[in-house]
Nanobody
Framework: QVQLVESGGGLVQAGASLRLSCAASGRSFSTYGMGWFRQAPGKEREFVAGINWSGGNTYYADAVKGRFTISRDNAKLTAYLQMNNLKPEDTAVYYC?????????????????WGQGTQVTVSS
């Protein structure tokens, strides 16, 4: 399994941008599909964005479509989530996850490896 470490979270005002990074260990990173999920207090963990092994296909939750962009750099073993025009409702702990099948997925059960999460707080 690949090990994942997120970074880049913080406290920002509404309308600001943040870029989250997910650094992976292991040379098999380029074969994994990657996803970003988030969990707000008292809520279920929800899908945010996904990308397949090559980066050629992406998928977004409706709540973030047009504002967030998922990408990956397989040479750097890193996935990213660029978040623009942040809103208070984006406040959550953000997790990256890896799907060993390499496919594009939004189902939590498809992801076998998870990071520890990074906090994003958006003030109004």
């Amino acid at each position: 399994q690949v090990q994942l470490v997120e970074s880049g979270g913080g406290l920002v005002q509404a309308g600001a941008s943040l870029r989250l990074s997910c650094a992976a260990s292991g040379r098999s990173f380029s074969t994994y599909g990657m996803g970003w999920f988030r969990q707000a207090p008292g809520k279920e963990r929800e899908f945010v964005a996904g990308i397949n092994w090559s980066g050629g296909n992406t998928y977004y939750a409706d709540a973030v479509k047009g504002r967030f962009t998922i990408s990956r750099d397989n040479a750097k073993l890193t996935a990213y989530l660029q978040m623009n025009n942040l809103k208070p409702e984006d406040t959550a702990v953000y997790y990256c996850a890896a799907d060993p099948r390499g496919r594009l997925s939004r189902l939590r059960a498809d992801f076998g490896s998870w990071g520890q999460g990074t906090q994003v707080t958006v003030s109004s």
